[in-house]
């Protein structure tokens, strides 16, 4: 792609898709910053956007799959966040 050539939207599900979208020169992506430490690539930029908004979590998992220790892990992630006003 050159410059002034028209965006086109990539869809990719993982991380490892977007990666590979990225060094073979087919897209430029935002990602969060701890993407930089997980997936460190030699062929890949990872450059951090100072003013860019805080990327927000979640915690998530199977619907059937709500053990007691997942339910524990959770109330435990609610009561950090309540602890420091989020």
Sequence with gaps: MSWGEPAMMVRACAVYEILALVAAGDAV???????????????????????????????????DRATPLVRALAEAATDCGDATGR
């Excluded at 990602?31 to 805080?54: C, F, I, S």
């Design 29 to 63: 992506c935002t990602v969060p910053d701890e993407g930089r430490r997980y997936n460190a690539q030699t062929d890949v930029v990872h450059l951090p956007l100072h003013d860019a908004p805080p990327v927000q979590w979640a915690l998530i998992w199977r619907t």
